[in-house]
């Protein structure tokens, strides 16, 4: 019999619902004993799952005599406590979170961000898989056929043209700023970025330096990834860089 109420176990599954999948996207099993009350486990992926937990803690305390010189005017005392978890995969940072539950009602809240990490990772996979993983072979291609003499340095006047491009780079990313689409430390990160790329094109030859910048570049777009402005901006920057 399940240690949970069937309300609660409802509860569970209408905040799934309010997420991007619903709850017949998962399987629901609860427990009659151990430490694991309900276990929710995302169905096209057995790795991803979602746990309440009661688990028994002791805290020992040492209690010491105001009086006492030695250890022997000392105690120890047992303090014995059950704590409910929450334990999900894919966590927002790591492969596993585990959160502590003061309130057990609160797991509503954390299935729902669960379901958000679920959806963060099985959309960036496919980016990272898909686009981004595409977009470097065409920047290899494209390298391979537009810069010459891959050896040499850049000469002044090349160096004029990708400070231009730089600096029309970061413009864009400042309007982005204004339009409160990124951070004002996302702007000055992509600022230090781009001022590292300027002053590379001076010391490492073109080839090099091509392939290290292109691929930094692509980093970035990475990083933007949930910015669909960021995105669409760096991909199409990368591509007049090495046209």
Request: charged share 35%.
């Amino acid at each position: 019999m399940s240690r949970l109420n069937a309300s609660f176990i409802t509860q569970l599954k209408n905040a799934i619902n309010t997420s991007n999948f619903s709850a017949k996207d998962f399987i629901v099993n609860d427990y009659s004993s151990g430490k694991t009350l309900i276990n929710i486990q995302f169905k096209y992926n057995e790795k991803f799952d979602f746990e309440i937990t009661e688990e028994e803690e002791i805290e020992i305390v040492t209690e010491k005599s105001p009086f006492a010189s030695s250890l022997r005017g000392s105690s120890e005392r047992k303090n014995k406590s059950t704590v409910n978890y929450v334990v999900f995969s894919p966590g927002e940072y790591k492969k596993t979170d585990k959160i502590e539950l003061y309130d057990i009602g609160r797991a509503t809240d954390s299935i729902r961000d669960w379901c958000n990490c679920i959806y963060s990772e099985i959309s960036h996979q496919k980016e990272d898989d898909g686009l981004f993983d595409d977009l470097r072979e065409q920047i290899e291609e494209q390298l391979k056929s537009n810069v010459e003499d891959e050896n040499e340095p850049f000469n002044s006047e090349e160096i004029g043209r990708i400070n231009k491009k730089f600096d029309e780079l970061f413009a864009n990313f400042e309007e982005l700023k204004k339009e409160n689409k990124i951070t004002q430390d996302e702007l000055n990160k992509v600022k230090d970025e781009l001022s590292g790329f300027k002053s590379s094109a001076k010391v490492l030859p073109k080839g090099l330096w091509a392939r290290i910048t292109n691929n930094k570049l692509v980093d970035i777009a990475v990083t933007f990834s949930k910015s669909k402005e960021g995105k669409a901006i760096i991909i199409s920057q990368i591509k007049k860089l090495i046209a």
